[in-house]
Nanobody, 122 residues
Framework: QEQLVESGGGSVQAGGSLRLSCVGS????????MGWFRQVPGKEREGVAY???????RLVDAVKGRFTISKDGSKNALFLQMSSLKPDDTAIYYC????????????????WGQGTQVTVSS
């Protein structure tokens, strides 16, 4: 059974750091685009960071310079290092597998984790 499981969320004060992890099972992790998305209640899910199967990365402007996406193919693991966190970063964070080259389009991701809550207080 293919699945993704996130961990590492929590509550921090503004300026703090968190590292999210996402472990995949049931498929060859490194052969796919992987992305981190986040969602706030009442708003659409939005892409935050992406990493292609070849390791190329892309982050959205809102998190550039503060977040880093990486992966460890040997462990089927995806990471999101978040620093200088802001209250606006508060959301549920999801990892997802893309079935084609990474994009922000939700419908191009076919496997999602259950999400992990990140709360940043001012």
């Amino acid at each position: 059974q293919e699945q993704l499981v996130e961990s590492g969320g929590g509550s921090v004060q503004a300026g703090g750091s968190l590292r999210l992890s996402c472990v995949g099972s049931g498929y060859i992790f490194s052969g796919y685009c992987m992305g981190w998305f986040r969602q706030v209640p009442g708003k659409e899910r939005e892409g935050v960071a992406y990493i292609e199967h070849d390791g190329a990365t892309r982050l959205v402007d809102a998190v550039k310079g503060r977040f880093t996406i990486s992966k460890d193919g040997s462990k089927n693991a995806l990471f999101l290092q978040m620093s200088s966190l802001k209250p606006d970063d508060t959301a549920i964070y999801y990892c997802a597998r893309g079935w084609r080259r990474c994009s922000s389009r939700i419908n191009e991701y076919d496997l999602w984790g259950q999400g992990t809550q990140v709360t940043v207080s001012s």
